[in-house]
Every structure is written in C-alpha cells, then in structure tokens.
C-alpha cells in the first residue's frame, strides 16, 4: 500500500504495508537512523518520537495508524544547529554510550512542551519509561532543568 506520512516538516510517500511498525519506515524506508530499536515491546523507549507533539513508541505505532506529523531526533534542531534541548545535553556531558539518547531529546521535548518548568519530580515521572543503561539519570535531569531555564529565558 502506499501512504503519505509528514515527517520533520516534509510529505514522504511509503510504499510498504500498513502494519509496519513506524520505527522501521523511518530507519528501512526514510534513512532516519537517529530513531533506534531498543526492544520493540515499547518498553524501553530508544524509539520514541513525537506525532504532533505527543511522545510515542515507534515500535508500536503501525504506519497506517499515523495520525499527524511525525517529529525525529533529526528534525528536532537545523543541520546547522542544535536545539536548545540538545546543546544542554551536551553541554552536561549527558551521553555515555548514546544508544537511548535520542529517545531520551524527544521524550524530553515533549515534556517541556507541555511543561516549560518542570520540578524534579515532574521529569522524574515523564522520563520513568525512558531506559538508560549507563544511568545518566541525574545528568539527564540536570540537562532538563537548563533547558528549560534557557527556554524561558528566550
């Protein structure tokens, strides 16, 4: 089947089965490789992405199912510039291996999106689905925080 999808701002037309899982168009079929597979039972959150600002599973989003944008690590920021969010998570050295990391941004996106001041808690309790296996935890928490402090700031 053949299905339009807007993902990062841009139509992209899919010629591939409707049960697809979204991660794999993204990786497979767009070459949208920021978006990683952790688990595939939506458990560990390496695939999350955001259709119209909600944070989703990839891995459990079929292609058909899409129902708005779809917004990747990739289109988070420019090719020139990282966003807010992203520079705050280097600036905090918060990757070690990485892996989860992008899953993490957009997660992370979402959360101040809707909560442009979160306290520790708040993100404690939006980031609990997000796994890190090098437990950045509080550097991730401390990224968070800047951001958002950056973002208010403007």
Known sequence: MSFTINVNGTDQAVDLPGDVPLLWVLRDALGLTGTKF????????????????????SCQV??????GAVLTIEGLGTPDTMSVLQQTWVDHQVAQCGYCQSGQIM???ALLAENPAPNDAEIDDAMSGNLCRCGAYPRIR???????KQMQEG
């Open 107 to 109: 997660n992370a996106a």
């Open 62 to 67: 079929a292609l058909e199912d899409v129902d």
């Open 142 to 148: 401390a990224a968070i925080h800047a951001a958002a």
């Open 38 to 57: 952790g688990c595939g039972v939506a458990a560990c959150g390496a695939c999350t992405v955001q259709i119209d600002g909600v944070a989703e599973r």
